[in-house]
């Protein structure tokens, strides 16, 4: 890897006192201008003024409106459709089915398997089976209500243990095996034979709902010249546009893709626009007017991608001690009915060799091994989700450790020390980490923070009745940065104008994360101008460079790294310009605040501006281009063996709660979380970051699933689909420690998705040590923590 | 359909519409007056995007007919910033201390944070809680958005 | 089995073609009369927006009787309190009348849905949806609540163990009649109430199980001169538990006899096995739990306590 040895000597000196954290703790840079500070979000001002234009916001004159024929059947053979009355309603304007798809009939995140059309077959509930364009959505609607489809049903295989029987229905013909992955890494008996315990445990994880508050809504515009505009919120214009054009059969450069404001994401909004983005399309390709197709909320649940279920089996061996010898980890991970972001891209991308990497958790163990199974079923598919695979797996891995904990009776606290991750520790993958590996600094700032020791002491009844007991629990985590792929690249060009104000062109989107407020603070900070002097263009894939999707915890790093050299190519400009007009050396020159000066002599200044104007006037390029890539990924695909993320984010949480043991009702009374983030960019904005996932988090350890039955999801609407209230979410304290990264822009690594990962386990394990019960398949709702604690023999006596 | 008659105060300015029956408040707000602040997050009352105040309460714009604001108040939030373009405390407390991301539940946020401050000026963090249990916010895990109330009301935390 | 069409397509708009704001009682009728099987009475409206949304009802026309006169007070009438059919839940929890003569309705009340919907729905829509575990209509049950219904014919008087007949059906005949007033007795001295509730999470959430009960102590002989326990969703409609009030009435006042009478209630609740609600087995359990907390509550308030 690059700057391997300055990196490692930046972390060693950081970290020549074991875990003394205090130096580590965030605090705002003195030798950085608008990079490290809380600088208020560029778009907050239109976002509480209710002037923002979301997707939905959009003017609709002159718009078709799209709606989507879905299938009743989780599987079935199309065998007729019959559109005649539907196309005659007055006002429809088109009703399409497989065969009026223009290009190729199928899209995908990874891998093409899903129709935008279904032709022959019907793989899901929810799958489309013809699309309507109208006048007005209330026809397209009668329109859809008048085409008739005879169906001949189909078993459904309903779970991916099914699915992989030999007799099981086929939903694809490839076979219903989508990807099978493996990690081996020592020698496993040996691992068994060294253990002095050994402890085995299923969990499961149901299907999660993004439930970002915006539904989704897209619009299709044709253009005179053959163009297609195809516009909405979304997280991956990039991929969106692969898929248009190949749907629509034109050439990449005739796809014009425009992310417009999101209201939320969570990895959702990466494939849901190209699900609607090609439909609406194909619509307006067809009508060759304006398309517009916005789903309900009720749509929403039904019809997007949803967080991969899993069954995952775990063999845990430990010494008495508590030192870890072996692993063996078994996941049945769910696909749904298409592939979506489910399957390898080489070497370590795709959502399910994520989870088969991170399975082990962030510790170090002798012996591993990891077998994965991703199963085609005709669920719901699954796609991104914040923590890409790695959620599920955490919850796992962090309930054994509690367990084995319990079982060696040793404190949640020493196993982990004992075994946590730690600068040259080899992960399970054989990775060495060497550089910006801050996790037992984050367990030791949340123990002290929390008070762990002195609460462990304390938990119990909190009444006299002895109904609410306390507890408390730990989750540590970690999270790559980046995706694992071979084109991980980055994209971003900077403009320097006559009057040195600056565009700046990403193709990274904004879905709440701040995004268009951190990336424009690398740009201020390089260039050496005040933040208002930048303004970020709304992605168009016409104008701003490749960038990947925004995903993987990855636009700060990747793409503020491609920044920092766009940038610097500009400022490079302007200092030769400024040295010619100030007499003094380029070396010598600093810009900061929009002013250049002379360092030995800060009295000889000149604005940035006037640098910028007489570069212009002289023909001198102002334009920067800048391009990242991470260090290469790599992974063995016999063996699992290699570096598959050239860095990663790790985190502690504590949770306290309080469960009522009659009912099991269950309340979290206090958090704290700790992370090691490599540099805080915008502190604030990481802050918001860590509430939102451990809120996240939260969740999906209480409350949330999308209950399915026969297929069929039974709560589409927010008032089934429960997500944490105010009123469910304790007061968080976060700390950020900053353990430099040598890949990072000023040390920064990714934060969007960690804070959403260990907090579920925390949680659980928080409700086992209150009340002596513990799920182990989600959610942990009333009723399930009430029959664990029956199935422990009921709570404590005291 | 028939056409009705609706007159209200929107935003301290008088309203003159004429409607179908069927029209609920969001949509009279959205598509016919221009006032896109409102969202729509699930049409059934539960997620609180759409939240405007009614004679100085917060009720859900999406489950309300438009016909039942004749004759009533309605402020949106468009309607907190004042005619000098200067905002609201609230606003500006939520913009300064971080309660914002996605944005989408923000005017509901804000909106029903107004109702509360108006009728009780120094809640406690329970009490404002409360008040705002009928927004779901998927980003920000509510503390900021409880910090900014408190701030825009001058309580120290 | 296919699902259905409108469960898997979903618009924005309600099928409504009239809306009607009669200016009095009679007048409100006649519109009734006019549209019979096709009107929809409607106050706060926040049950029935979403139901004609989903298309789970036939209704067209809107016959909104929040402007009839004289519906939005909370009054008392000797020791009867009389909530008229347009009283919010907002309005009745903040109201200090229901607080002091009837706690567990006010904290029925405040648990409904969110600030929002409790400033728009009304006590009296929650009736007549009849939900097996309307928020409102336990604690009314428990309070031995009456209904006033309205026709050209007259009105009758209907107490709530008669109102409702199954889930979403009452006895109100939707095309003539209208509710127009809730009655019951405020709760005096020697008397206490309690509401209690069980959810996933703390707001904006139907509920998994509600109990109230209303207990009348008998001070000389320390024992439960009267009792009255109200369940939801143990059955299609809010249910009575009988067999527990039986069991209590002269009992003692203590744990035992509370626990005892818990244990009755489940007798004859048959809930629902729900994916989304609970268990059946869960939900039995919990009736005997909430039972018994809420006379545990009752008993507190009624300024006694348990030996």
Request: net charge neutral; aromatic share 6%.
């Amino acid at each position: 890897m690059r700057n391997q040895d300055e990196g490692r000597k930046d972390v060693q000196l950081l970290t020549k006192e074991k875990f003394d954290f205090q130096q580590l703790l965030q605090s705002p840079s003195t030798d950085l201008a608008v990079a490290g500070q809380s600088v208020q979000r560029t778009d907050a001002r239109l976002k509480v003024t209710g002037k923002l234009i979301y997707g939905a916001d959009y003017g609709q004159q002159g718009f078709l409106h799209g709606k989507i024929l879905r299938s009743p059947h989780p599987h079935a053979l199309i065998l007729a459709i019959r559109t005649e009355k539907a196309a005659a309603l007055p006002g429809v304007a088109a009703v399409l089915t497989a065969r009026d798809v223009p290009g190729r009939n199928g899209f995908g995140a990874i891998i093409p398997d899903q129709p935008v059309i279904c032709g022959d077959k019907v793989r899901y509930v929810g799958d489309a089976v013809a699309l309507v364009a109208a006048e007005t959505e209330k026809i397209a609607q009668q329109a859809l209500e008048l085409i008739e489809v005879d169906y001949e049903i189909l078993p459904a295989v309903l779970d991916p243990r099914e699915a992989l029987k030999e007799d099981a229905p086929q939903i694809h013909e490839k076979g219903n095996l989508l990807s099978y992955n493996k990690l081996r890494k020592g020698d496993l008996e040996a691992g068994w034979r060294e253990a002095e315990v050994v402890l085995e445990r299923t969990y499961r994880v149901p299907f999660l709902e993004h439930a970002y508050l915006e539904p989704d809504v897209t619009m299709a515009v044709p253009q005179a010249d053959g163009t297609m505009v195809v516009e909405g919120p979304m997280q991956a214009p990039f991929t969106t546009r692969r898929n248009l054009a190949a749907v629509l059969g034109l050439p990449i450069n005739q796809v014009r893709v425009r992310q417009v404001p999101m209201g939320g994401g969570f990895g959702g909004k990466e494939d849901s626009p190209i699900d609607i983005g090609c439909r609406a399309a194909v619509l307006a390709r067809h009508t060759g007017r304006p398309v517009r197709l916005a789903l309900e909320r009720e749509e929403v649940t039904i019809q997007t991608c949803k967080r991969h279920p899993m069954i995952m089996t775990i063999k845990l061996g430990a010494r008495r001690d508590g030192t870890l010898t072996a692993f063996a980890g078994v996941i049945y991970d769910e696909q749904g009915a298409y592939a979506s972001l489910g399957p390898v891209i080489p070497p370590a991308g795709g959502s399910h060799i994520h989870s088969m990497i991170m399975m082990p958790g962030p510790y170090e163990i002798p012996h591993v091994s990891v077998d994965a199974y991703l199963c085609y079923t005709n669920h719901p598919y699954g796609g991104a989700m914040r923590g890409f695979g790695a959620p599920q797996v955490h919850i796992a891995h962090e309930q054994i450790m509690d367990e084995l904990a319990l079982e060696l009776g040793l404190d949640p606290l020493e196993i982990r020390r004992k075994n946590a991750f730690k600068l040259g520790s080899a992960t399970a993958t054989g990775q060495v980490l060497d550089q910006s590996v801050g996790l037992r600094e984050t367990l030791e700032a949340c123990a002290r923070e929390f008070d762990w020791a002195g609460r462990f002491r304390r938990t119990g009844y909190v009444d006299a009745e002895k109904t609410r007991r306390r507890g408390i629990g730990v989750g540590l985590g970690w999270y790559r940065t980046s995706i694992g792929t071979a084109g991980d690249g980055c994209g971003a060009n900077v403009y320097v104008h006559e009057d040195g104000s600056a565009l700046l062109f990403t193709g990274i989107t904004e879905m709440g994360q701040g995004s268009y407020t951190v990336l424009p603070q690398i740009c201020a900070e390089e260039l050496g101008i005040c933040l208002d002097q930048v303004r970020l263009v709304q992605p168009d894939t016409h104008m701003v460079p490749e960038s990947g999707p925004t995903v993987g915890s990855r636009s700060t790093t990747l793409m503020g790294n491609a920044i920092i050299q766009a940038a610097r190519q500009v400022k490079e400009t302007i200092l030769e310009t400024a040295s010619e007009m100030l007499l003094v050396p380029a070396s010598r020159l600093e810009a900061r605040a929009g002013r250049i000066c002379d360092r030995e002599n800060p009295e000889r200044v000149l604005l940035f501006r006037e640098a910028a104007a007489r570069a212009m006037a002289r023909g001198k390029r102002l334009i920067g281009q800048g391009w990242w890539t991470p260090p290469p990924a790599t992974l063995d695909p016999e063996t699992g063996q290699g570096n598959p993320y050239f860095v990663y984010t790790y985190s502690t949480h504590m949770a306290e709660v309080e469960v009522d043991v009659e009912t099991g009702e269950v309340e979290v009374t206090d958090y704290v979380a700790a992370f090691d983030v490599g540099k805080a960019i915008n502190p604030r904005a990481v802050e918001g970051q860590i509430e939102g996932g451990v809120a996240m988090g939260l969740g999906y350890a209480l409350m949330e699933e999308v209950v399915l039955k026969n297929g069929v999801p039974q709560n589409l609407s927010l008032q089934n689909y429960l997500i944490p209230t105010i009123l469910d979410v304790p007061r968080i304290k976060s700390i950020v420690l900053e353990m430099p990264n040598a890949h990072g822009p000023y040390g920064a690594k990714g934060i969007g998705e960690m804070p959403n990962i260990p907090a579920t386990p925390a949680i659980l394990n928080a409700i086992a040590n209150a009340c002596g019960g513990r799920v182990r398949s989600l959610p942990a709702d009333p009723e399930k923590v009430y029959w664990a604690i029956k199935e422990a023999g009921g709570a404590p006596q005291e | 359909m028939n056409s009705l008659d609706l007159a209200f105060q929107l935003n301290g300015r008088a309203v003159k519409v004429s409607m179908a029956p069927d029209t609920l408040l969001v949509d009279l707000l959205r598509d016919v007056l221009g006032l896109k602040g409102t969202k729509i997050g699930c049409r059934e009352g539960e997620c609180g995007a759409c939240t405007v105040l009614l004679d100085g309460r917060p009720v859900n714009s999406c489950i309300l007919p438009a016909l039942k604001v004749q004759g009533r108040s309605v402020v949106t939030i468009e309607g907190l910033t004042r005619a000098d373009g200067s905002l609201d405390p609230l606003q500006q407390a939520f913009i300064e201390t971080g309660a914002v991301q996605c944005g989408f539940c923000t005017p509901g946020m804000i909106l029903n944070a107004k109702a509360l401050l108006t009728e009780n000026p120094k809640p406690g963090e329970e009490e404002i809680r409360r008040a705002l249990s009928g927004v779901l916010c998927r980003c920000t895990g509510y503390q900021k958005i409880v910090q900014a109330v408190q701030a825009a009301a001058g309580i120290a935390e | 089995m296919a699902t259905a069409f409108r469960e898997l397509h979903w618009s924005g708009d309600i099928p409504v073609t009239a809306y009607h704001f009669p200016p009095s009682l009679p007048e409100a009728l006649n519109v009734l009369e006019r549209f019979p099987g096709k009107a929809r009475i409607l106050a706060g409206g926040t049950d029935v927006i979403p139901e004609l949304r989903r298309r789970d009802s036939a209704a067209e026309v809107l016959v909104d009787i929040s402007r009839l006169p004289g519906l939005n007070t909370i009054t008392q009438a000797g020791d009867e309190i009389r909530l008229g059919a347009q009283v919010t839940h907002a309005q009745a929890a903040a109201s200090p009348l229901i607080q002091e003569k009837a706690g567990l309705l006010a904290e029925g009340a405040a648990a409904v849905g969110s600030p929002q919907i409790r400033n728009v729905a009304t006590v009296a829509g929650n009736l007549i949806s009849a939900r097996p575990a309307a928020d409102a209509s336990i604690p009314l049950l428990a309070l031995r609540a009456a209904v006033v219904l309205v026709s050209k014919a007259g009105e009758r008087i209907v107490p709530l163990t008669d109102f409702f007949q199954d889930v979403g059906k009452t006895v109100l005949d939707e095309n003539r009649e209208i509710l127009t007033e809730i009655r019951f007795k405020g709760l005096g001295a020697l008397q206490g109430g309690c509401y209690l509730r069980l959810s996933k999470r703390r707001a904006l959430t139907l509920p998994m199980l509600v109990a109230s009960a209303v207990v009348t102590i008998d001070p000389d002989k320390k024992c439960f001169a009267d009792t009255s326990i109200a369940l939801g969703p143990v059955a299609p409609v809010p249910y009575r538990a009988r067999p527990a009030e039986v069991r209590l009435r002269g009992g003692a006042l203590t744990l035992k006899a509370i626990r005892e009478a818990a244990a009755a209630a489940v007798q004859e609740c048959s809930p629902r096995d729900s994916l989304l609600r609970g268990s059946c087995d869960y939900r039995q359990e919990m009736v005997q739990v909430l039972v018994r907390r809420a006379l545990q509550k009752a008993v507190e308030r009624a300024g006694f306590s348990l030996e």
